[in-house]
C-alpha cells in the first residue's frame, strides 16, 4: 500500500501504520540540498579566503562581491532547507498509525509533530461515533486523493498521508475495506 506502509488486520482489530516523512523522495531532496548547499557555501568561503576548498573547481578566481557573497547566500539557504529536512525525516513527521479495536470499541488515530507540546498527535474516540468514511478526489493541478472519518462531534480526521495522491482504485480499496470493518457507509465513491 501506499497511503499505509503496513496494514494488519484480526477479526477485532484494524491497525494502519502510516508513513510520515520517511520517503524516498525526502530523503533524495535532503542529499541533493545538502551536497548543493555545500558546494555553494564552499565556493563563497573559497572566493573570501582565496584557498580552494573544492577539489572539483576553483573558486578562488570569483570576486566575492557580488558573486561570492550571492553563492554564500544561496549556499546558507540551501543548508537550512537540508537542516529542516533531515530534522523532518530524523523525527518521521506525520509518521503514525490508525488503530480501530471493536474489542476496547476505540479508535485511535496518531502522528509525530514537530519538537513541543505536539510531538505526540493522537485522537482517541469510541467507534460507535464514527459516521462514515468519507473519500475526497479533487483532480487538477494540485491532484488531492484523501481518506477521512467522520466522526460525531468533531472535525472530519485525514487517515492518509499528504504527499503524493494514492492511486484512485487503491483509495477506493481501503475506503471500503475501512467502511466495511466499522460497519459505516463509504461517502463520495
Given at each position: 500500500?501506499?497511503?499505509?506502509?503496513?496494514?494488519?488486520?484480526?477479526?477485532?482489530?484494524?491497525r494502519q501504520?502510516?508513513?510520515?516523512s520517511?520517503?524516498?523522495?525526502?530523503?533524495?531532496?535532503?542529499?541533493?540540498?545538502?551536497?548543493?548547499?555545500?558546494?555553494f557555501?564552499?565556493?563563497?568561503?573559497s572566493?573570501?579566503?582565496?584557498?580552494?576548498?573544492?577539489?572539483?573547481a576553483?573558486?578562488?578566481?570569483?570576486?566575492?562581491?557580488?558573486q561570492g557573497?550571492?553563492?554564500?547566500?544561496?549556499?546558507?539557504?540551501?543548508?537550512?532547507?537540508?537542516?529542516?529536512?533531515?530534522l523532518?525525516?530524523?523525527?518521521?513527521?506525520?509518521?503514525g498509525?490508525?488503530?480501530?479495536?471493536?474489542?476496547?470499541?476505540?479508535?485511535?488515530?496518531?502522528?509525530w509533530?514537530?519538537?513541543?507540546?505536539?510531538?505526540?498527535?493522537e485522537?482517541?474516540f469510541?467507534?460507535d461515533?464514527?459516521?462514515?468514511v468519507?473519500?475526497?478526489c479533487q483532480?487538477?493541478l494540485?491532484?488531492?486523493r484523501a481518506l477521512?472519518l467522520?466522526?460525531k462531534?468533531?472535525?472530519?480526521?485525514?487517515?492518509?498521508?499528504?504527499?503524493?495522491?494514492?492511486?484512485?482504485?487503491?483509495?477506493?480499496?481501503?475506503?471500503?475495506?475501512?467502511?466495511?470493518?466499522?460497519k459505516?457507509?463509504?461517502?463520495?465513491?
Amino acid at each position: 500500500m501506499t497511503a499505509t506502509s503496513t496494514s494488519s488486520q484480526s477479526d477485532r482489530v484494524l491497525r494502519q501504520t502510516v508513513l510520515g516523512s520517511r520517503r524516498t523522495s525526502n530523503y533524495f531532496w535532503a542529499i541533493v540540498t545538502s551536497v548543493g548547499g555545500a558546494g555553494f557555501f564552499l565556493a563563497a568561503l573559497s572566493s573570501y579566503l582565496k584557498t580552494n576548498f573544492l577539489p572539483f573547481a576553483d573558486p578562488t578566481e570569483l570576486i566575492f562581491i557580488p558573486q561570492g557573497i550571492a553563492m554564500g547566500f544561496y549556499g546558507t539557504i540551501a543548508l537550512g532547507i537540508a537542516l529542516y529536512l533531515w530534522l523532518a525525516v530524523s523525527l518521521d513527521i506525520g509518521g503514525g498509525y490508525n488503530e480501530f479495536d471493536l474489542d476496547s470499541g476505540k479508535a485511535r488515530i496518531f502522528r509525530w509533530g514537530f519538537f513541543g507540546k505536539n510531538r505526540r498527535i493522537e485522537i482517541v474516540f469510541d467507534t460507535d461515533k464514527v459516521q462514515s468514511v468519507r473519500v475526497e478526489c479533487q483532480e487538477g493541478l494540485n491532484p488531492k486523493r484523501a481518506l477521512y472519518l467522520r466522526v460525531k462531534g468533531m472535525r472530519d480526521i485525514p487517515l492518509t498521508r499528504v504527499g503524493q495522491p494514492l492511486a484512485l482504485s487503491e483509495l477506493e480499496n481501503q475506503g471500503a475495506r475501512l467502511a466495511r470493518f466499522l460497519k459505516v457507509p463509504l461517502e463520495g465513491v
